[in-house]
């Protein structure tokens, strides 16, 4: 051991001894290249140590092979600029980019490490679950908290390296000191992004929305398929991405169809003729709604809910387990109805009536008849006029 340090004294000297531009990168690349396998051994043991423990330790180790790699050489090439024969400004410059790159290196493992939290805790929780609510709840805070503190690392982080330079340490407590126009301008432009921030944090807290919420908003239905630090994706019924700002969710009024449960009662409108068997609806109506897959066999109901001049208005409600089914059931309920209609009972669908008077016959002794065009109901019918002198011929 001590013959080792002896050579390994004696190849420093006779590399210090050479002109620095040849000496120097010597010294940076011997440390690169000693650091690298020394990085993988230490790798390999730390796996071995959280072999055992908990998966948040495990999946801290895999996510940070590179930041330590990193971080390792910056020490090594912290320790090969302090031997090296460099000058008095090129090791301060030197110095500086290393002390910035470790304090980079640090915020990136705080933010890897609230990410690997977030996605453990949210391991228990499936969205695509029949009754998803709770995972929607839990989703829709932890995304939003995360962001929030991923923005709150990159800040102290930005702050701490800024901190680092003298001009921009000095220039930034004269100008919370002197607090003139370029503070206050520098706060109105901040103010969008700062009450973003502040809506999303709210959000998290009262979820007004969720991920994978339905929602009607702008006129638009869709899902809330991402929620940012400073707006929201909605994903529309067609595919398209509506984007707003997490503000608009905590300023205007929208339609939330999940917002308690995902089951929804759909509600289907039909107008037939007053003589329309309104019993036999109501159990061709179940019926329909048991053969369905998509109904949960809660609720299904039929109603009038109005009689006007022509047709009476039914209202038939139907129940499904979340929106998309909810509206393909309406569909199909609609369509079975109609064509039981069709089918069983024709004279049941709407129709229109019409009488035609003639008090004043162009012939002595004529009458009227009616030819209908359309059937009963005399829809379409037209005046037929008989003259007796031809008949009497």
Not at 38 to 62: D, E, I, P, T
Not at 160 to 189: D, N
Request: some cysteine.
């Amino acid at each position: 051991m001590a013959q080792a340090h002896a050579v390994f004294d004696e190849l420093i000297g006779w590399i210090v001894q050479l002109p620095w531009w040849v000496a120097s990168p010597i010294l940076i690349a011997g440390c690169c290249a000693l650091v690298l396998p020394l990085h993988g051994v230490a790798y390999r043991f730390a796996q071995r140590a959280v072999s055992g423990k908990s998966l948040f330790w495990r999946s801290l180790v895999a996510r940070t092979r590179g930041p330590s790699r990193l971080a390792l050489l910056v020490v090594a090439l912290a320790l090969a600029v302090s031997t090296a024969p460099l000058t008095w400004q090129i090791r301060l410059v030197l110095n500086q980019v290393l002390l910035v790159a470790f304090v980079t290196l640090a915020g990136w493992t705080c933010a890897t490490a609230i990410h690997i939290a977030t996605v453990i805790y949210l391991r228990r929780f499936k969205l695509d679950a029949e009754d998803n609510l709770l995972a929607r709840k839990h989703f829709t805070q932890m995304r939003i908290l995360e962001r929030a503190a991923q923005t709150m690392v990159a800040l102290v982080t930005a702050a701490i390296v800024l901190m680092t330079f003298e001009p921009v340490r000095q220039y930034g407590v004269s100008l919370l000191a002197s607090a003139g126009a370029a503070g206050l301008i520098l706060g109105l432009a901040m103010q969008p992004v700062l009450s973003n921030l502040v809506a999303g944090i709210q959000i998290a807290i009262t979820q007004p929305i969720r991920i994978e919420d339905a929602i009607i908003v702008e006129n638009e239905w869709g899902w809330v398929e991402e929620i940012t630090a400073t707006y929201v994706v909605v994903r529309l019924w067609d595919w398209r991405r509506l984007v707003l700002p997490l503000t608009y969710f905590i300023q205007k009024p929208f339609q939330n169809w999940t917002r308690e449960c995902a089951s929804l009662i759909g509600s289907v409108f039909l107008y037939v003729d007053h003589r329309a068997p309104i019993e036999a609806m109501r159990r061709e109506l179940r019926r329909i709604a048991g053969a369905s897959r998509l109904w949960d066999g809660q609720v299904v109901n039929l109603q009038v809910s109005d009689a006007r001049e022509g047709v009476i208005e039914l209202r038939m409600l139907v129940s499904a387990r979340n929106a998309p089914q909810t509206w393909d059931l309406r569909c199909e309920v609609r369509e079975k109805m109609i064509g039981f209609l069709q089918k069983e009972h024709p004279s049941a669908l709407p129709r229109q009536r019409a009488e035609w008077v003639n008090p004043d016959p162009p012939y002595p002794g004529g009458r009227v008849t009616s030819e209908a065009g359309n059937g009963p109901g005399l829809r379409g019918e037209r005046p037929v006029r008989s003259d007796p002198r031809a008949a009497a011929a």
